[in-house]
């Protein structure tokens, strides 16, 4: 049972690009999680999608991210005009389809790099 | 909304010895108290959580602890091993509510051999 899966790895934008961080949750989670991580803090809540329906996304900046969680396929972070403070670790997680998250299974993160 | 202090920032103890990580949270609805193990470019991994039904869950050398009347946890280590160094995060949600994990800032362990 494959874990929760993130392409790519590492993502290098220059200022004023478009980034795109994809989630793929564990087999038979229907809950997806994105955290933004910047050097030496712990992980910040962006989002919590489920299947076509954004649950919550009071961590997303208003402006430039957006977030989807497709019928078909996986999740996706957007980052449009990146700027340099956009740089960080982004971590997905997925839990299964509970009534309450339960226990949130990590992906193993893309690191953004804004030049 | 809710928010989670987490202390200490670091801590360095000898193999073999205990350590104690503690935590926070200001919301009263948290039910749900996950601690995390970080290493060094690699994604955090679960290592022990606890619901507020109970106050104490144990799994080998790892313990943790839950006050729910002061709102606070503790992660408690046993005969620590070098391989035990890395970052540490508690966390807190609300199960059945938003969900979402609200992060201490993370407690950076060093086991000396």
């Known amino acids: 049972n494959a874990g929760v899966m993130q392409n790519p790895r590492h993502l290098v934008r220059r200022r004023g690009q478009e980034a795109r961080l994809r989630c793929s949750p564990m087999k038979g989670h229907s809950h997806v999680y994105w955290y933004r991580q910047l050097p030496e803090e712990g992980l910040k809540f962006m989002v919590y999608?489920?299947?076509?329906?954004?649950?919550?996304e009071s961590g997303m900046p208003k402006e430039r991210f957006s977030a989807e969680f497709p019928k078909e396929g996986p999740s996706i972070l957007r980052i449009q005009q990146v700027v340099r403070g956009d740089s960080a670790a982004y971590f997905c997680a997925s839990s299964p389809p509970l009534a309450g998250a339960d226990t949130q299974y990590f992906g193993p993160g893309t690191r953004l790099t804004v030049l | 909304g809710e928010n989670v202090e987490q202390h200490p920032s670091t801590l360095s103890v000898q193999e073999g010895d205990s350590a104690v990580i503690k935590c926070t949270y200001s919301?009263?609805?948290?039910?749900?108290f996950p601690w995390y193990k970080q290493e060094l470019g690699k994604r955090p991994q679960l290592i022990i959580d606890?619901?507020?039904?109970?106050g104490e869950k144990k799994d080998q050398r790892i313990a943790v602890t839950l006050n729910k009347t002061a709102k606070h946890f503790s992660l408690h280590i046993t005969e620590t091993q070098p391989e035990d160094s890395a970052v540490y995060f508690c966390a807190a949600s609300i199960r059945g509510g938003s969900e979402k994990l609200v992060f201490g800032k993370g407690t950076k362990l060093t086991v000396n051999p």
């Open positions: 999608l489920q299947k076509e329906n954004i649950i919550d």
């Open positions: 919301d009263s609805a948290s039910n749900y």
């Open positions: 606890i619901r507020s039904n109970v």
